[in-house]
T-cell receptor, first 115, second 110 residues
Framework: GAVVSQHPSWVICKSGTSVKIECRSL??????MFWYRQFPKQSLMLMAT?????????EQGVEKDKFLINHASLTLSTLTVTSAHPEDSSFYIC???????????FGQGTRLTVV | GQNIDQPTEMTATEGAIVQINCTYQ??????LFWYQQHAGEAPTFLSY????GLEEKGRFSSFLSRSKGYSYLLLKELQMKDSASYLC???????????FGRGTSLIVHP
C-alpha cells in the first residue's frame, strides 16, 4: 500500500508557542491531503483539506489563522498550530489518497501536548 | 450531513467471533470503509464496501446493505492483538472525503 509519513510523532510545547507538523506522501503524489484531530475516545474530526498550490479548505469551526496549512509540493503538507494553548492538546493525523477512489492512507499521527 | 452510529465498546473472548455494527444516514452514498486503530496509532485500512454484500479478507469480513444503511465488520478467530478501536467511515454522494464514526473499542480477553 501507499505510504504517508508524519513527523514528529509527539511534541510537547509551552503555551503561546507554535508547532509545525509535517505530512509527506513517500511513494505517490498527493494534490490533496487531509488533516484530522482526534480527542481521546472520540472520532477523527476533519479539520481541513490541504490543496497543493492553493489555499486550504477549512471545516466549520476550525480557525484558519490558528491552524496554518501549507501544501507547497505534491508530496508535502504542513500544519502549524500557532499560539498553542492546552486545549489544543490532541492527536493530529494526516491522510492522503493515491487516487480519488482508493482508501485513505494515514500518517503515524502526532501527539501534541501543550503545557 | 451524515450520522454514523456504532457501539462504543464490545468485549469478546480469544478465539471467538465478534460482529461490530455500523448504521449510517447520508445524502447519497459513495462507499463505506472499516479501519482498525490501536491506541496512540493512526488508523489502518481493513475493508471497503460500495456494493451490497459480503467482502471477505482472511479473518475479517465486511457486509453492506445500502437500502438499510447498515454495515458490519465480522472478526473471526479473535486474537489478543485484535484489541483496538474499529472505525466505520462513510462517503456520501459526490464526495470522496469519508466521515468517521466514533469507533468501537473492542477488548479481547483470554
Amino acid at each position: 500500500g501507499a505510504v504517508v509519513s508524519q513527523h514528529p510523532s509527539w511534541v510537547i510545547c509551552k503555551s503561546g508557542t507554535s508547532v509545525k507538523i509535517e505530512c509527506r506522501s513517500l511513494d505517490f503524489q498527493a494534490t490533496t491531503m487531509f488533516w484530522y484531530r482526534q480527542f481521546p475516545k472520540q472520532s477523527l474530526m476533519l479539520m481541513a483539506t490541504s490543496n497543493e498550490g492553493s489555499k486550504a479548505t477549512y471545516e466549520q469551526g476550525v480557525e484558519k489563522d490558528k491552524f496554518l496549512i501549507n501544501h507547497a509540493s505534491l508530496t508535502l503538507s504542513t500544519l502549524t498550530v500557532t499560539s498553542a494553548h492546552p486545549e489544543d492538546s490532541s492527536f493530529y493525523i494526516c491522510s492522503a489518497n493515491p487516487t480519488v477512489n482508493t482508501e485513505a492512507f494515514f500518517g503515524q499521527g502526532t501527539r501534541l501536548t501543550v503545557v | 450531513g451524515q450520522n454514523i452510529d456504532q457501539p462504543t465498546e464490545m468485549t469478546a473472548t480469544e478465539g471467538a467471533i465478534v460482529q461490530i455494527n455500523c448504521t449510517y444516514q447520508t445524502s447519497g452514498f459513495n462507499g463505506l470503509f472499516w479501519y482498525q486503530q490501536h491506541a496512540g496509532e493512526a488508523p489502518t485500512f481493513l475493508s471497503y464496501n460500495v456494493l451490497d454484500g459480503l467482502e471477505e479478507k482472511g479473518r475479517f469480513s465486511s457486509f453492506l446493505s445500502r437500502s438499510k444503511g447498515y454495515s458490519y465488520l465480522l472478526l473471526k478467530e479473535l486474537q489478543m492483538k485484535d484489541s483496538a478501536s474499529y472505525l466505520c467511515a462513510v462517503r456520501d454522494g459526490g464526495s470522496y472525503i469519508p466521515t468517521f464514526g466514533r469507533g468501537t473499542s473492542l477488548i479481547v480477553h483470554p
